[in-house]
């Protein structure tokens, strides 16, 4: 009997929770499907109304901006190629420089050690201005690779491929030697598909990281042609159910993402197997 | 570290050079403009700057709109820590604890975690809207709210705005860390000690303790940095300032005012910050954890 009681006062709390996560959410999604004097009039909606996809379509294809260059799905283009560069970018660096870390042996070790690793001290919020003088300099606003480059320059993956590569026992590098692997065969052949868990986790972590980037955005894209979809919030006009649409889309790509691989994303994050 | 190891020799630095690389022209080049434009003032024009030793440190001390930021930020980071730290656990334990349901309670409770700030702080000005918000009204209702006046109100609508997907992440890591807990030791204090109340704080809590120090700082920083978003698509700074983070105030005094010599000294004083609170979490909570 207690059983039974304290097993249903753990649902009541996690419904409670998990009521305050979607209901929310639903609510502007809710509302996003009615036309906008009924939500002046009626307020925020629980119940679905029928203007889906008259206020969807007309979001996504609307002329948008101060020049009226731009289209809501030139936006999510836009996202969509910051975050997968962000995150293939730092995986990519991240993976190698923890290999290089962890099993070369060096006088050099410390130092290289806090010349990654100092940097997750000062997130990119402490250094804006400086980096935006920086692309400028270089000529890199207005392009993806400004979009991307700085948000990539990050050591957090590094930290988790080196955590991570420290659990790898020592006996495979033995093992790999007495086959004559050299050091680019080891990385190939055996630690890449042995991080696969790792990686998708890290590429993830990174890409919702990338698409949900906002003040980044806001500063170096002075062009309508490169503005993605979250700092596209600050700019968006229109009426306020097509505003609740664009916000509802805005959250698709990284929840989908999260939801689908949230197994692999627990897995690597949490090294466990 | 590793036993066996490769010796050292030209391939180590290909591996590296792609992320040093990065890191240099993009993360060291800008600190160390940082640190010149936090030591030399501009004037207006950008034209001419000369060596101005600390005066940008004491300006900003001497800036009563720094102290209130700073007084701001302080709050919100321990408030958010407090409140998603409390209620993740809860969740975490009972999510733990459940036979039936398990996975769909945690895909559920972990997609927030994806949205982005600047989208929540948008929802958030939803329902705190004067026209159809539900919560500007009910508050309304109880004690007369209003968040462009008072700054208690203010408070309130920020802390609900950051709070929410931060329950996230401390869902996710607490269930993590009770799952790493092994069975056995629950199992042996099962024998030991009847109440699950009293088995929770003296067993399973401080075992959770590397869970909650790690999660302390990612809410901490969270509340630092990630909340630019929901500061800028909320209150902006109302009422007169006081909900302004100390990112936010940098940026505006950088962006609006120009002032690259003040958002310099600004940042400056932020890296101290957040490396007081990373020595201050390995001194002196690191030492008193229990790993199992």
């Known amino acids: 009997m207690t059983r039974l009681f304290t097993s249903s006062f753990s649902h009541i709390i996690l419904f409670i929770g998990i009521s305050i996560m979607v209901v929310p959410v639903w609510m502007i999604f809710a509302s996003s499907t009615h036309t906008s004097s009924f939500i002046y009039s009626h307020g925020l909606q629980f119940f679905i109304g029928d203007s889906f996809h008259e206020n969807y379509l007309r979001v996504l294809l609307y002329q948008g901006g101060f020049f009226k260059e731009i289209t809501a799905l030139k936006m999510f283009f836009n996202s969509f190629i910051m975050a997968t560069g962000v995150a293939l970018l730092s995986v990519f660096t991240s993976l190698m420089a923890a290999y290089a870390l962890v099993y070369y042996r060096t006088k050099y070790a410390t130092f290289l050690f806090w010349l990654i690793f100092v940097t997750i001290l000062v997130p990119l919020e402490l250094r804006i201005f400086p980096t935006y003088s920086v692309m400028a300099k270089l000529n890199l606003v207005n392009s993806y690779f400004g979009l991307i480059v700085p948000i990539s320059a990050s050591a957090i993956a590094t930290l988790f491929f080196r955590q991570f590569y420290r659990t790898v026992p020592d006996e495979l590098l033995e093992s790999a030697k007495l086959d004559g692997a050299n050091t680019w065969r080891f990385f190939i052949d055996f630690l890449v598909p042995l991080s696969k868990t790792m990686i998708i986790a890290m590429f993830i972590f990174m890409f919702v990281f990338g698409y949900n980037q906002y003040l980044w955005p806001l500063l170096v894209t002075s062009s309508e042609q490169y503005w993605t979809v979250v700092m596209g919030l600050k700019m968006m006009s229109g009426s306020i159910v097509h505003r609740f649409a664009f916000v509802m889309m805005s959250m698709v790509p990284p929840v989908l993402i999260i939801i689908i691989l949230q197994k692999h994303f627990i897995k690597g994050v949490f090294q466990d197997k | ?292």
């Open chain 2, 1 to 292: 570290m590793k036993k066996v190891q490769f010796k050292s020799n030209y391939s180590q630095y290909l591996f590296l050079a792609p992320q040093l690389g990065i890191l240099l022209i993009f993360l060291y080049w800008p600190i160390i403009q940082t640190f010149k434009d936090a030591f030399t003032i501009q004037d207006a024009f950008g034209i001419s700057t000369q060596f101005a030793g600390i005066d940008n440190f004491l300006f900003i001390f001497d800036d009563p709109a720094y102290l209130t930021a700073f007084k701001f930020t302080i709050i919100y980071s321990f408030v958010i820590t407090l409140i998603t730290g409390a209620i993740g656990l809860l969740l975490a334990v009972q999510a733990n604890k459940v036979i039936h349901g398990k996975s769909a309670y945690k895909t559920l409770l972990i997609w927030p975690y994806a949205i982005a700030p600047a989208v929540v702080g948008v929802m958030a000005n939803y329902f705190f809207s004067e026209r159809f918000g539900l919560l500007y009204h009910l508050f309304s209702d109880l004690w007369g709210f209003n968040w462009y006046e008072s700054v208690f109100d203010a408070y309130i609508y920020v802390i609900i705005a950051g709070s929410w997907k931060q329950i996230s992440a401390n869902f996710i890591f607490f269930l993590a860390g009770l799952q790493a807990i092994q069975v056995s030791v629950i199992e042996a204090s099962m024998i030991d000690c009847k109440s699950s109340f009293r088995r929770f704080w003296t067993i399973t809590f401080p075992l959770l303790m590397p869970t909650t120090f790690f999660l302390i700082i990612i809410n901490i920083t969270y509340a630092f940095f990630d909340t630019f978003g929901i500061i800028d698509t909320t209150t902006i700074g109302a009422p007169s300032g006081e909900t302004r983070t100390l990112v936010y105030k940098a940026y505006m005094d950088g962006f609006r005012g120009l002032d690259l010599g003040s958002a310099g000294a600004q940042s400056i004083m932020m890296m101290l910050i957040v490396l007081f609170i990373t020595i201050f979490q390995f001194r002196y909570i690191e030492g008193k954890i229990h790993y199992n």
